[in-house]
Every structure is written in C-alpha cells, then in structure tokens.
C-alpha cells in the first residue's frame, strides 16, 4: 500500500499537463516579452527610458490612467446604490437584482458595444428619438468620442463593482442600523456614519478591480472611443502592427503586467482585510474609516455652532410622521441603473427581428429576415463554424487538463504549490493583450499562425483557470473521506477517483466545461492576433462588421449569440450549484475575476 | 387592567415616593414623560400573530420586566416601542403623546440590543457620543455629558477603546451608557444581561437596579430568565404566544400564579394531578391523584371541581415536622438527593405515582438523617396550596 505522503507528492504528476502547456506557450513567450523590453542584445534599459521620456507615451498612459479612475468612479457612484438596495431588500429582491446585473455580465463584450452603437450612434436610438421629439436639431455625438468610451466600459465593469461592493455590505450587521436609529440618526446620517465606513473596503476593493480591468482596456475603447481616445493597449497594437517597434512595445507590456501584478495583490489583501492585522489594514482602517469619521465629527461641531437655535427644528420634526417610503430615493436609483444595465441587450434582441434594413427602435415592422440573412451568407457562416470547432476543442482540452491540475492543487500537498496556482490561475489577470502579443510573436516563429491548432493551444490557457477554480471549489466541497473509504476497501488511488469522485464531480465539470467553451467562444483579443484568414471566428468578423458596417445582420447575430450564452451560463450555474451548492458569493469570485480579459 | 395590576401599581408609586424625594424639578417632568401606554396592541407575520391585542400601561418612572418563553413575542413588543417594527393594530403612547407612526430616531427612546449593536469602528467615547451629536449638541456638553456617563457606568479608562478590545460585560455598559447618555424618559432593554456569565450577570443587575433609582427613567425590560425578572422589577409581565397571561410584582406572581403555565415559568413547582372530589364524610373537598393520594383543598379553592392540578412550591414544604392541624402530611420515601450548594433538594416518592420536590436549606440540624430510600414524612400547610383546574389552565 502506497503511503500517505507518497501518495501526496505523487499526485503532482497529475499537473504534468498543465505544465506541458503552460511552460512553453505561457510562461516563455511572457518570459520573451521580458527579455525583449531589455533589448535584442545585452541588458539595456533603453526601451524603458524611451517609455518614460516619449510625451505620447506619457500622454497616453496619463489618459488611460484617468480613464481608468473615471471608470471606476462612475461605477462606485452608480454601483454602490444597488449594492446597497441589494443588501437591505428581501431574498426574492435580492436574487431578481444579481440576475439582472449577471445577464449583461453572461453577454459577449462584442454584442454589447454593437448595442450601444446602435442606441447612441449618429442615427442611433436617443438620437432619433429626441430629433423626432423637436428636443434637438442636430443630432448628438454620444459614441465615437470619450462619452461612448465611459458608457460602454461603464456598462461593463458596474457588475465588477456591485458584486465585491455587495459582499463587504452584506457582512455589515443590520441591527446597528437599528441602533443608529433609535439614537436618533436620520437614515441619511446612518448612512454616512455607519454603513459607509464599514463597507470602505469594498470599495477599495471594487475601485482596485474596476481600475485594473479597465487599464488593460482594448476592445471597446477601440470599438466605442474616438480616435484620440487611444489607450495604453492600444498604442501597444500599434507599436507592433504599424511601426513594428517590439522593444518598446514589450517594455510597455511589462509595465503593465508589473502594475496589474501590484493592483492584483493589494486586491487580495484588501477583499479580507478584516482578517489581517498587518500595516495595510491599519492602513485601511486609519484612513479609509477612520478618515470619514473625523470628517463627520467636525462637521457635527461646525453645525451645532451655527445651528445654536436646532433645538426648535427638533421638535419641529418630531411632529411630522412617516411620510417618505424608506429608501426610496436609493430603490429608485437602483431600478434605474439596473435598467440602463439590461435595456442595451433587451433593444438589441427587439432589432434581431426588426423588418426594416435600418435600425429604428422600436421597429415598424418584424420579421426573420436578419437571421436568413446570417444564414444564407458563407461570410458568417464559415467564421460561426471555425468558432464553435475551435470552442469545443478548447472545452475539451480545458477539461482534460484543467481537472487533473485542480485535483493536484486541492487533495495534493507539495513544495511550491501556491506558485503553481497563481500560475494557473493567472491567465485571468494578465491583460488580453499582452498575452496575445507574446502568443503572437511565438507562432509567428513556429509558423502556428493562422491555425485551428494553435488558437485552440492559446484558448485552453485562457480557459484554464475557469476551469481550475469552478472544479477546486467542487472538490473542496466533495468530501474527501468518501475517497479513503474507497481505498481502505481496496481500490487504487486512480479507481477511488474514477468510481467515487468524478460522479461527484460530473456537475461541476459540465459547469466547467461550458465556462471553458464560452471563454473561447467569446475570445476576441486572442483571436484577432492568432487567427488568419483561415480560421477567422465569429467574434473577429463581428468585429470587422461592427467598425465597417452597421448592419441588423449584427443585432440577429447578437440576439442568437445572447440566447446561447446566456443559456450555457444558466446550464452552467445550475449544474455547479447542483454539484457545490456554490452560493453567490463563491459563483462571483469565478465571475468576478472574468474582467481581466475584456 | 386588572384589580391585581392596580395594586401593584399603588405599591410601587408608594415605594417611589419613599425612596426618591430627593428629585429635581428636572426629574419630575421626565416623569410624566415617562409613562408608556401600549392599546390593542398587534403585530401580524403573514398571518400569524406574533403579538397579540397586549395592552399596558406603564408608570413614569418603572422598571416593568417582560417575561416569557422563546418565541413569544417579547421582542417584537420592545421593537414596536421602539419604532423599529410597525404594529398592524393598536397604538402607542409616551408621555401622552401618540407615537405609533413617529419614526424611531423621533421617539427619543433609549434602546439597548441583545447584541448591543455597539458601532465596531467607532470608540467607546464616539459610540457614546453618537446620539449626542445627532442632536447637534454642542462640543462641550458633548465632552462633559460623555465623561459624566462613563463615570456612572465605571469605564472612564476604556474611553479611546473600540468595542472589539472590550469584554462582554464592559461592552454592555457601553451600550448602556449610549442608550442613556441623552436622557431618555424610557429605556428599552432587550435581554440586555443574557450573553453575561452568570457572576457578572448578578452584579449587572444590581447596577442596573441603582441606576434606575438614580436616574428615575422608566425601564422596560424584556428576558426570559425568570430570577432576572423577580429580582430587577417593579413589576413582570408574563407572556405567551403573543398575549399577557399575568402582570403583577415578583412576589404577587410568585405567591400567586393565576396558572399553571405561570406557576411553573416562575421559580419551580410541584404539581399534584387529580380529581377534585367531595369527601363522603365531610363537606370538604380533596384532590384525589390516580396514586390514591388524598390532598386537601384550601377554603377559597372549595368551589372548583373536576380535572385539577394542585401546585406547591418546593420551599414550602418541611419534612419530619410535627402535624399541625393546618398542615398535610404525607408518608414517602427519598428518591433521590441532589446537592447543589446553598440548597439541597430531595425527591420524595409518596407513592407509585406521585413524587414531589423538597429543598432544604444547606443547614446543620436541619436536614433530616438517612439517605434514599429511608421514609420521611412531608408536610405542608393549606394557604400554600394552589388549586388550578385544568380545563382554564392551558
Ligand atoms: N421578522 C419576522 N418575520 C416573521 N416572523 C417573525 C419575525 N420576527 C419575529 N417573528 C415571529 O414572531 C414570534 C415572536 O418573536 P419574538 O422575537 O418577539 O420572540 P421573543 O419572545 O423575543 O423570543 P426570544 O426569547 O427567543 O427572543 C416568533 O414566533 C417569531 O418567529
Ligand atoms: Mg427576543
């Protein structure tokens, strides 16, 4: 009979995989950006130089900077509202909000930045509307410009920010609302003195997500920007494929992967901060809620000196009853940003069907013709195949990888295995971009351009840790011992796992399976870089459709895509949850850390 | 209300008058803003009724403990005072004034939680401070009020703490000194000493019985730790599922139960099943148990008939005494002893059927020689006795 510890390190056998995969397409072409930054020969820092002294290289960083921090700002001020209606409303409440902020979250980055082109373009949607209305007589420039950007990453990032923000709240207990209360705070004070302060760091929390995502922005700046508004990542491109300069643009990917690498820290540290005593915390205490504190306390004592007569305004209202609901000012807010959350994807789904070939909303006249369309064209139809081969391959190479690896990290103990997981797992975290360069510049070598092979390679590290972390948390909560009981009675480790835990598993892998499937079916960044002619996939030609042409072909497109991703996601959830009985928040720290790839 | 409601009320105005006359002109106007009124009041939870039609009038300056098992509705009532929860019927009145509809920061009520809810991130000086600067007070009657609190709660030294670095019992004054420090005419407790160990709970209550005779506010307590209830209050009010089944002193409910449910929630009781029967001999009616127990009834119990359950306290009861003519006395045997310090407690077989409870004071002489198994004999005197005829008991 095997020993125990044997047994332990001989499980890391089961990660050989992953590392077949990860050490030559992942690990070296990130390692080659490096070496790249520092010049083709010898050790310079030359290119770091020429990043830090270019003015455009400044300006620009600058502006994705402020983008980033305006982004993240326009979230926390729309977000946290519904975090916090979300909080104090009831369950069934509770649950119809996280459904209506995951649908657009479960809708391709892609459909999403078609919608709002569609509602706020030249002859878009508000346009129209308000032309027709006598309110304006030229039309407004919402898309196309700094306005579009803001809308769309908005729209994008605002579930990033309510979910870590609606995780810190919900551990704020109610009763001290209560209390607050009968010690006479209006529900405004209570707010401001007890709920803010203690939720603080989930704020940072969703400010740091928020801000990181956004850094690596690419697809919808492009998509929805105008065209000074070029983003770091962006210029990246275009040191590449226009002025081919891969010095520069690999110091500039490695400034960002080390800034992304540092946000991503503090990030983990900030989610549990309650739990760390360290400097950071007192950090975040001091400041963060100790700092409001002292503010509202000196605002108390300025307003008591001024208002030295507030005794009769007391008194005054204690006499008037409840006239205003509670809260209503915050559940209108919420309604309506939840609203300008899905409407995008409800007015595109309406134009799927619309009769006219413009797009007027809502449309005249319905009909299919859009989906024949889509249909009867070879230029949709071969990319739509090409997608959904490369996406199966992908869910099944994913699986076959992922599963072993995550069945290493969880029963296996072993030197090194919390770098094996950050390195599993990071993928997620490292802008699209930068890896699709370093990808890109590798199979430009080995001649893997343009391949079905090689995309689906680069795909199945994209969906790695999705699957790694939805079947991790599978087997945390299968139980173990059912696995020793198994092999007490005689079964090798590899039968225990055969018999007694993958039926355990299957749902958990089903889930994971789809996620994976998604992640490649999604995959725009990637795919623009690897895939050629060939194997153009339906995401790449939207792409080149949705910049060159506005066509209700799109929104069919869009509405089919929608259906089936928001179905899978449904499928997915439901069979996690059948398997792990995952609840909310563990479901979101798979979904929150999606962000990295938009 | 009730006759017994009334004079309780009487006893307890009587015993104010005594003990506070050094009161200030301050004080007497908080009395009368003191005095809760409660009406038909009802609270629905999809159908079910949480509390049911309690009406209640509190004095100015009483300290009224509500007591009753798990789940009867003890604090939803505190929380309808409060304003926390809206009654679906009845009305409530502070000082004469309706405050049904007045939203809770209005009400000017102290509240302490079960939990304290004491506010984690502030100190235990901003915590306290709290409902002084959401009255807009100024800076230094802040300061001064806060030190005055802390000194009356005996935390002057923990005033920079935050209410995690504190113990159970220092974080409770803190709540306290919070609900207190803005001189609320009421003061609402809900089960205020129950996460305590049971020292610190004792010395508790006697703090909080000094403060309320200091500071004259009136206290609803809310508990269901009986010896809590009998040693703080002016007077208990007993609940079940949702209604008032008894209001009166400790001692009158102690004294007398008006039922079983009452007799058994406060302190312990023997109960004595049987039928109450005429004798054949006599006009005089007894209790027969199915055990062939034959107990008297007292004179004011003659009347009843049928199904009853005769209750005596375990105190009450002597053992090996010399009968006298008012007194039962019963041949047992001891079934069990049990030591608990202070008290001995003895179980007494009488028969097959019937086993009674007897404690003894922990004393030299008093208790009786031999151990179980040997025969004693149990006596008690009549006026102890009370008859509860099942079929008003519940
Ligand atoms: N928010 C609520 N929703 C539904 N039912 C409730 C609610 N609050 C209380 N109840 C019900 O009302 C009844 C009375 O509850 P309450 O909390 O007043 O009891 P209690 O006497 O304080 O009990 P305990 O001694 O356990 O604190 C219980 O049956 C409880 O289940
Ligand atoms: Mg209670």
Same mark, same amino acid.
């Given at each position: 009979m095997l020993s125990r510890i044997n047994n332990r390190i001989g499980v890391m056998g089961l990660l050989v995989p992953a590392a077949l995969l990860l050490l030559p397409l992942y690990l070296y072409p990130l390692l080659e950006i490096v070496s790249r930054s520092l010049g083709d020969k010898g050790w310079s820092t030359g290119n770091y130089l020429e990043l830090f002294q270019d003015p455009v290289m400044l300006r620009v960083l600058y502006q994705t900077f402020k983008f980033a921090f305006i982004i993240s700002a326009l979230c926390v001020i729309l977000g946290y509202p519904v975090a916090y209606a979300m909080r104090i409303a009831s369950d069934r409440t509770r649950r119809t909000i996280t459904l209506l902020i995951l649908l657009p979250l479960w809708t391709s980055t892609l459909v999403r930045a078609f919608a709002w082109i569609v509602i706020l373009g030249r002859n878009g949607i508000v346009n129209a509307t308000l032309t027709e209305l006598g309110i304006i007589d030229e039309p407004l420039k %919402?898309?196309?410009n700094t306005v579009g950007l803001y809308i769309g990453m908005v729209h994008i990032m605002l579930p990033f920010m309510v979910l870590p923000l609606y995780n810190s709240l919900s551990r704020i207990d109610l009763r001290l609302l209560s209390a607050a209360e009968t010690l006479g705070a209006r529900p405004i004070s209570a707010f401001f003195w007890i709920v803010l302060p203690l939720s603080m760091p989930g704020v940072l929390a969703g400010l740091l997500l928020v801000f990181m995502s956004s850094v690596g922005m690419f697809v919808l700046p492009a998509l929805l920007g105008g065209l000074s508004d070029i983003t770091y990542t962006m210029l990246i491109e275009k040191q590449i494929n226009? %002025?081919?300069n891969w010095g520069l643009a690999a110091a500039m990917s490695v400034f960002l992967l080390v800034v992304t690498g540092i946000l991503t820290l503090f990030y983990g540290r900030i989610l549990n901060i309650e739990a760390s005593s360290g400097i950071l915390g007192e950090v975040v205490r001091q400041v963060f809620q100790r700092g409001p504190i002292h503010l509202l306390i000196w605002r108390e004592r300025i307003l008591a000196r001024l208002l030295a007569s507030h005794g009769s305004r007391l008194a005054n209202r204690m006499q008037s009853a409840r006239l205003v609901p509670r809260h209503l000012l915050v559940k209108c807010w919420s309604w309506a940003v939840l609203a300008c959350l899905v409407a995008p994807l409800l007015v595109l789904f309406l134009l799927a069907f619309s009769g006219q070939a413009f797009l007027h909303f809502p449309p005249r006249s319905y009909s299919i013709r859009w989906f024949a369309n889509f249909f009867s064209r070879d230029d949709w139809v071969t990319p739509a195949i090409t997608s959904l081969k490369v996406a199966i391959l992908t869910a099944i190479g994913a699986i076959l990888i992922g599963v072993p690896a995550a069945y290493a990290i969880v029963r296996g103990r072993f030197p090194g295995k919390g770098i094996a997981t950050a390195i599993l797992i990071s993928p997620m975290i490292v802008p699209g971009l930068i890896f699709a360069i370093s990808l890109y510049a590798l199979y430009g070598r080995l001649n893997l351009l343009g391949t079905l092979g090689g995309l689906v390679l680069g795909h199945i590290i994209l969906a790695l840790p999705y699957v790694v972390v939805t079947v991790s948390a599978g087997l945390k909560s299968a139980d173990a011992s059912l696995e020793a009981a198994a092999m007490t009675m005689g079964a090798g480790p590899i039968r225990a796992f055969w018999i007694v835990t993958l039926p355990m598993l299957r749902p958990t892998i089903i889930s994971a399976a789809f996620l994976a499937f998604l992640t490649s079916f999604d995959d725009v960044i990637l795919a623009l870089f690897l895939s050629g002619l060939s194997t153009k996939t339906l995401p790449v030609r939207m792409w080149e459709g949705i910049r060159y042409e506005i066509d209700p072909t799109i929104a069919a497109i869009s509405a089919m895509l929608m259906l089936i991703t928001i179905g899978l996601k449904f499928v997915a959830e439901w069979s996690a949850r059948r398997g792990t009985k995952s609840n909310i928040p563990g479901f979101t720290a798979i979904q929150a850390t999606d962000a990295g790839t938009r | 209300m009730t006759s017994a409601d009334v004079v309780s009320q009487g006893i307890v105005l009587k015993e104010r008058s005594g003990s506070q006359v050094n009161r200030t002109a301050q004080d007497e106007s908080k009395s009368k803003s003191g005095c809760v009124q409660l009406s038909g009041l009802t609270k629905e939870y999809g159908g079910i009724r949480a509390v049911d039609d309690v009406s209640l009038e509190i004095a100015a300056g009483e300290f009224v403990t509500v007591l009753g098992p798990s789940g009867s509705g003890k604090t939803t009532v505190l929380m309808m005072i409060a304003g926390l929860a809206e009654p679906s019927a009845g009305a409530i009145a502070i000082g004469g004034r309706d405050i049904t509809h007045l939203r809770p920061q209005h009400r000017n009520l102290g509240v302490v939680f079960q939990s304290y809810a004491l506010f984690p991130h502030l100190t235990v000086t901003e915590n306290i401070a709290f409902p002084l600067r959401m009255r807009r007070k100024n800076e230094s009657d802040i300061c001064r009020k806060v030190r005055e609190i802390l000194d009356l709660v005996r935390l002057p030294d923990l005033a920079q703490r935050v209410p995690g670095e504190l113990s159970g019992g220092q974080q409770q004054r803190v709540a306290l000194a919070r609900a207190l420090v803005f001189d609320p005419p009421v003061l609402l407790l809900d089960e205020p000493l129950s996460a305590l160990d049971k020292k610190l709970r004792e010395n508790m209550q006697f703090e909080l019985r000094e403060l309320h005779r200091n500071l004259g506010v009136t206290i609803i307590n809310v508990t269901h730790d009986q010896s809590e209830a009998l040693v703080m209050s002016d007077r208990v009010i007993i609940m079940r599922d949702g209604r008032i089944v008894q209001s009166g002193s400790p001692s009158e409910l102690y004294e007398h139960p008006k039922s079983s449910f009452v007799a058994d929630f406060l302190g312990t009781s023997n109960f004595v099943k049987g039928e109450v029967q005429k004798s054949r001999d006599s006009d005089e009616s007894s209790l027969v148990t199915v055990g062939g127990l034959r107990c008297r009834v007292p004179q004011a119990d003659q009347g009843l008939k049928g199904q009853a359950r005769l209750m005596i306290r375990p105190e009450r009861i002597v053992l090996n005494a010399v009968p006298t003519a008012t007194q039962e006395h019963f041949v047992g045997r001891i079934a069990e002893i049990a030591y608990t310090g202070d008290l001995i407690r003895y179980r007494v077989a009488l028969n097959d059927q019937d086993v009674i409870e007897v404690t003894l004071q922990n004393k030299p002489g008093h208790l009786p020689q031999g151990c179980i198994g040997s025969e004693v004999t149990v006596g008690w005197s009549l006026e102890d006795v009370h008859i509860f005829v099942e079929s008003t008991t519940q």
């Open positions: %919402l898309v196309y226009e %002025l081919n | -």
